[in-house]
């Protein structure tokens, strides 16, 4: 499913998945109404309640334009795989708990026909509480690189160049390639017409669980970066805490922040090791 030379480009959007059975339907109905030309490359982390199923249903229903894989991976490993086996000269990353506005990969394709990273503007659904509260931003020359994977597009070629995701990361490979592009010379465009839908996390403690690794993550960061403390908005970073829910969250960051110093000690990563090109499809 190749663009002819007058069309678009393509774009691959990649999906890794596990365990989204009650909601992968929702996405891939979303991402079916999408201007062509795109694909879709799901890598299925062996799930094991029915998802890898449903997938390879739509993949039967949409041949060529569906295309289901499945292996174990972590995420950066599984859209590393993904990429591998896309066919398309722009790649789109979204999640298994998403869904996409109709015009994402519309706009998703205009931005990158100006810059070769594109992020979009993803809008949490769920608790209130839980999908009010900011994102702690990070900054390299002038761009914030928290832009989320879950709505994040780069050029092929530029992804390749930098050896796609980091798969030693457990949380935070998309700021990791993000800081990485930025460091390269590249510019990332926020589009917030560009939008995916998120659901939040359906209870306080899978919150408080998914605040302590990404914690955890941004200590990875650091060890392979350097320390990156003095690119944080402190002030806003702080401002940002209003209320019960957003104290709790930061403190559950900090933690797994404090986790990853004590234990890892001789596991810290490097810069410039352990990127792992994409060029093996699953």
Same mark, same amino acid.
């Given at each position: 499913?190749?663009?002819?030379?007058?069309?678009?480009?393509? %774009?691959? %959007? %990649?999906? /890794? %998945?596990?365990?989204?059975?009650?909601?992968l339907a929702p996405l891939l109905d979303s991402l079916l109404a999408q201007a062509p030309p795109f694909e879709v490359v799901l890598v299925d982390a062996e799930s094991r309640d029915g998802t890898y199923e449903i997938a390879q249903?739509?993949?039967a229903r949409h041949p060529g334009v569906i295309r289901v894989f499945r292996q174990p991976c972590s995420r950066g490993m599984g859209r590393n795989a993904g990429v591998a086996a896309a066919r398309g000269e722009y790649v789109a990353f979204t999640d298994g708990d998403c869904f996409a506005d109709s015009n994402w990969v519309a706009r998703i394709r205009e931005g990158l026909s100006i810059a070769p990273v594109v992020a979009g503007q993803t809008v949490m659904v769920g608790r209130p509480s839980y999908s009010r509260l900011v994102r702690i931003e990070l900054f390299q020359s002038g761009y914030d690189v928290t832009y989320p994977s879950c709505n994040l597009a780069y050029h092929r070629a530029l992804f390749e160049q930098l050896g796609g995701f980091d798969p030693r990361f457990i949380t935070a490979e998309d700021i990791d390639l993000n800081l990485r592009a930025v460091q390269l010379g590249a510019s990332i465009l926020y589009r917030p017409d560009a939008t995916i839908y998120h659901y939040g996390r359906t209870t306080f403690l899978r919150f408080l669980y998914q605040a302590f690794w990404n914690g955890y993550g941004r200590k990875q960061l650091t060890e392979k970066h350097g320390s990156l403390w003095g690119r944080y908005r402190?002030?806003?970073?702080?401002?940002?805490?209003?209320? +019960?829910?957003?104290?709790?969250?930061?403190?559950?960051?900090?933690?797994?922040?404090?986790?990853?110093?004590? /234990?890892?000690?001789?596991?810290?990563?490097?810069?410039?090791?352990?990127? /792992?090109?994409?060029?093996?499809? +699953?």
């Open positions: 499913m190749g663009s002819k030379p007058d069309s678009p480009p393509l %774009v691959s %959007v %990649v999906i /890794t %998945v596990r365990n989204e059975a009650s909601r249903e739509y993949a402190i002030r806003r970073l702080i401002s940002g805490q209003r209320g +019960p829910i957003a104290w709790c969250r930061l403190l559950a960051a900090l933690a797994g922040y404090g986790a990853r110093v004590v /234990t890892a000690s001789d596991r810290r990563l490097t810069n410039g090791a352990g990127s /792992t090109p994409a060029n093996s499809p +699953p």
